[in-house]
């Protein structure tokens, strides 16, 4: 039975990562049914040529101290989606225990090493608000 709920936990996961990407695409505007262009959207003349190229910054930010920033938030939702990934993993563990000793104990320490890894992420990240703070103040 153990290995049942194993094999379905991991379908899940995988079902899940694999999903993901395709729902959270799903929810952008655009396509379907768009209005025509204003004037009727007749035969109109193309648009003039450009007559310069214009380069445009594909960041959104303007400094490096920005870039480092926008970095830093992507590490740390990565980092929350994971660690909320362990606590439900210390959870499953927990579950499949079924009272054996062994099996309890390696729960009790993944959980403890998953709160421990989101209590460090978050506290970087307020150490690191705190920094940015008193640069800022400066």
Same mark, same amino acid.
């Given at each position: 039975?153990?290995? *049942?709920?194993?094999?379905?936990?991991? $379908?899940?996961? @995988?079902?899940? %990562?694999?999903?993901?990407?395709?729902?959270?695409?799903?929810?952008?505007?655009?396509?379907?049914? #768009?209005?025509?262009?204003?004037?009727?959207?007749?035969?109109?003349? =193309?648009? =003039?040529?450009?007559?310069?190229?214009?380069?445009? *910054?594909? @960041?959104?930010?303007?400094? @490096? $101290?920005?870039? !480092?920033?926008?970095?830093? !938030?992507?590490?740390?939702? %990565?980092?929350?989606?994971?660690?909320?990934?362990? %606590?439900?993993?210390?959870?499953?563990?927990?579950?499949?225990?079924?009272?054996?000793?062994?099996? @309890? #104990?390696?729960?009790?320490? $993944?959980?403890?090493?998953?709160?421990?890894?989101?209590?460090?992420?978050?506290?970087?990240? !307020?150490?690191?608000?705190? %920094?940015?703070?008193?640069?800022? $103040?400066?």
């Amino acid at each position: 039975m153990t290995e *049942n709920c194993r094999k379905l936990f991991w $379908a899940l996961v @995988l079902f899940v %990562i694999a999903w993901t990407p395709r729902l959270v695409s799903a929810q952008r505007g655009g396509g379907g049914n #768009t209005p025509p262009p204003p004037g009727g959207g007749g035969n109109a003349p =193309p648009p =003039p040529a450009p007559t310069a190229v214009k380069l445009t *910054n594909p @960041l959104k930010a303007e400094s @490096l $101290a920005g870039f !480092i920033e926008q970095v830093l !938030i992507i590490v740390r939702d %990565i980092g929350f989606l994971v660690a909320v990934f362990f %606590i439900v993993y210390a959870g499953f563990l927990f579950v499949t225990a079924r009272g054996d000793e062994t099996q @309890l #104990t390696k729960a009790k320490g $993944a959980f403890l090493w998953a709160v421990v890894g989101t209590a460090v992420l978050l506290g970087a990240w !307020i150490f690191a608000k705190a %920094i940015q703070g008193t640069v800022n $103040a400066l």
